[in-house]
Each structure stands twice: as structure tokens, then as C-alpha cells.
Nanobody, 120 residues
């Protein structure tokens, strides 16, 4: 299972950014998908997750200015972030809880991370 993230880059404060992630490889189902981030000198933290049925969960710091969505047919998850602040600067990681075979437990997979820098 591979998670390929894209969409990071440099954005000015108050700007917007859309991150995308695609899951590829051999698997039978994907449960929750989500985005986490790790800022300079900080621990990795949850940004947002979306369940297979569409239920969402957001960190308080991004609630109201971020939207997470997924396409179950394409095995993708996107994160639209608006009104970005310098403190949103971080490496953003895509993650998914994936079952590779029926009868086996699902496990968490991580993408390689994409850097988002919010600066003027």
C-alpha cells in the first residue's frame, strides 16, 4: 500500500491550499483516511480525518477553515485549507487505515509528507 500526497508549497498568510492523497497498491478496504501534520519542533498532530461513510473529525485549530473529503471509488482524500496562518506551517502527512486481506486486521499506513509553508 502506498499513499502519495501532493499539493504542498508556499502560500501567503490568509491564502488557501488543497492537499490531495491517493492510496494505491493491493488492498480490500480502507477505513478512516486523514491528514496529520508536524510543525517545526512539534510533535505530529491530527488535522482531520474522514470515515468511509463520510463522517469527519477536525482539530480545533483548523475547524471552520478546513474541509476534508474523500472519494471512495478513487481511494483519494483531499484537504482544503483556507485562511492559512504561519502556524499552519508544517509537513503534512496523509494516513489511511487499510485492510490488505480479508481476515486480517487493518493497519495504519502513512504517506511521505508534503511541506506547507505559510509565509509572506
Amino acid at each position: 500500500v502506498q499513499l502519495q500526497a501532493s499539493g504542498g508549497g508556499l502560500v501567503q498568510p490568509g491564502g488557501s491550499l488543497r492537499l490531495s492523497c491517493a492510496a494505491t497498491g493491493s488492498f480490500v478496504s480502507i477505513n478512516d483516511m486523514g491528514w496529520y501534520r508536524q510543525g517545526p519542533g512539534r510533535q505530529r498532530e491530527l488535522v482531520a480525518t474522514v470515515a468511509k461513510g463520510g463522517g469527519t473529525n477536525y482539530a480545533g485549530s483548523v475547524m471552520g477553515r478546513s474541509i476534508i473529503s474523500r472519494d471512495n471509488a478513487k481511494n483519494t482524500v483531499d484537504l482544503q485549507m483556507n485562511n492559512l496562518f504561519p502556524e499552519d506551517t508544517a509537513v503534512y502527512f496523509c494516513s489511511a487505515n487499510v485492510r490488505t486481506h480479508w481476515g486480517r486486521d487493518a493497519r495504519q499506513y502513512w504517506g511521505q509528507g508534503t511541506l506547507v509553508t505559510v509565509s509572506s
